[in-house]
């Protein structure tokens, strides 16, 4: 048995020994679920969104589940009065969303001030509990300080430090959220790191999952005084240590891998975080990701899986692109260009890529890859001219400029 089919069968062994995973459900997701089973209200917060994001009805029997067993921890006389708080916020956090339970408003109102009493006195100086109460009350004030459940703002006019009072306490989720707020909301990005590189010493993976994610891109956003500047290397380093626990930092390391930023290229390693982040019959949810697993097998050498893949996403020869240009257009004509999935065919990536530039998600990538067949010659007549049109308006139109400089030094 080769290599690549040693970590497949060793990931499909993965997949149908772990106990908290339904069918269909990536190790990841089993992960989150298993957290989530656990009482971490964090983990099932990011459960929902990734449930959200795949189309889960919002009356699904897992969303029930939970909603249930917050219902049970808030009851439990065992639960102590930080869980119950914590156990409130996520009941009014489920019918806010409308997950697994309808909205009740005087239900919501009644949850937010058990919550509130019981904060009141976990935070007062002296209380073992202060740390998380500050952050629970932060968090609860944030979302649901209204009349409308019985608090004015009034009523807490410096409940805005509290994030920072739990920062400083030693609570790992706010000095996270805290680094978070310096970051975004006062551009104060190098204090704001600090707290967060911090968090993730101390082993908090959702403070590592933040630096993986976002040193791999930097900022993007224009007119931000002080930026994050991309870091390939840190990217690797915190997601090394935590990308089998969140989705979008699977993705990150798979590309890092994949495109050997930051560390040498390893097609194994972006394997076993591609499948790791999807599941067997979830592989095509991303159009970036489908195109790169099909060339992870092509580079390890299952060239018919490779294009198997690739067929299935974007069909024969790139005619379910017709439909999808917008998320498909760019990777159809990308596949041709390289030859790594498909046999390589510098016409149809012009032809591809050429629709592509037109509009969608991907075109000012579209632009910059058909600058290369411009100014080359690989598909079309010799444009040196048409070339540098194209790597202008690339540049001029895309959020990410070191995106753009990969493709075209490539």
């Not at 949810?285 to 992870?296: D, G, K, Q, V």
Request: contains cysteine.
């Amino acid at each position: 048995m080769n290599r690549l089919h040693s970590l497949i069968a060793g990931v499909l062994l993965m997949l149908t020994t772990l106990s908290a995973a339904a069918v269909g459900d990536s190790p990841i997701i089993a992960d989150m679920k298993r957290d989530a089973d656990a009482g971490d209200i964090g983990r099932f917060e990011e459960l929902i969104s990734e449930m959200k994001v795949r189309g889960v009805s919002k009356s699904d029997p897992y969303y029930v589940k939970y909603y249930n067993m917050w219902l049970n921890t808030f009851n439990n006389p065992a639960s102590t009065e930080l869980q119950k708080a914590e156990a409130a916020r996520a009941m009014m956090y489920c019918m806010s969303e409308g997950i697994g339970v309808k909205c009740d408003k005087e239900l919501m109102k009644k949850y937010f001030n058990e919550a509130r009493m019981r904060l009141d006195k976990l935070v007062k100086p002296g209380s073992p509990d202060r740390p998380g109460a500050l952050y629970e009350l932060y968090s609860l004030l944030r979302y649901y300080n209204s009349s409308d459940y019985g608090c004015s703002p009034d009523d807490y006019p410096d409940f805005r430090n509290m994030l920072r009072q739990s920062a400083e306490a030693g609570c790992l989720k706010a000095m996270t959220s805290y680094g978070i707020n310096l970051i975004w909301n006062e551009e104060r990005v190098t204090e704001g790191l600090a707290w967060i590189e911090r968090a993730a010493k101390a082993g908090y993976i959702p403070a590592q999952t933040w630096l993986c994610r976002n040193l791999a891109t930097g900022t993007v956003e224009s007119g931000m005084g002080e930026t994050i500047k991309r870091d390939s290397e840190k990217s690797v380093y915190w997601g090394e240590k935590c990308w089998r626990h969140d989705t979008m930092c699977a993705d990150e390391m798979a590309a890092n891998y994949f495109y050997g930023r930051g560390t040498a290229p390893n097609y194994s390693k972006a394997l076993e975080c591609l499948t790791g982040r999807y599941a067997t019959d979830d592989l095509d949810y991303s159009t970036e990701h489908t195109y790169m697993l099909a060339c992870i097998y092509a580079k390890l050498g299952e060239t018919g899986e490779a294009l198997n893949i690739f067929n299935r996403l974007f069909g024969p020869d790139g005619a379910a692109a017709y439909d999808n240009w917008e998320t498909t257009g760019y990777y159809i004509g990308k596949g041709y260009y390289d030859g790594i999935a498909v046999p390589r065919d510098y016409a149809k990536a012009v032809k591809y890529l050429t629709k592509a530039s037109e509009y969608g998600e991907d075109m000012y990538k579209a632009k910059a890859l058909l600058s290369k067949c411009y100014r080359f010659g690989r598909g079309v007549t010799k444009n040196v001219a048409k070339a540098n049109r194209l790597v202008r308006e690339a540049r001029e139109g895309s959020a990410d400029a070191i995106d753009i400089d990969e493709i075209i030094g490539k």
